[in-house]
């Protein structure tokens, strides 16, 4: 299916597929803060001393794979300006 597109509906999948990953990212960002939220309201270090442990380490690792996200978003932002900018300036 992907052999009889041409450029331009290429250049529109890949626009496509990249909103939806930007799209699928945010609700990432977004369960990670409610997540944290949820267990600072509720909480659950002070009351499951035992996951007290894996709390730290999930609140840590989130940290990093928060940054990660943005950074993956950032990444994918900036090729789709670039990527834009080549349909524009080639088109005229």
Known sequence: MLSD?????????????????ILYNLFNIIFILFGEYLINYFKLEDKFPKLALFIRLRKKLQRYYLIFIILMMISILLLMIY???LILFYSL
Do not use: K, Y
Request: no cysteine; charged share 5%; proline share 0%.
């Open 5 to 21: 597109l041409n450029q331009e509906q290429l250049i529109a999948l890949a626009h496509l597929l990249a909103g939806i990953f």
């Open 83 to 85: 990527t834009n900018f």
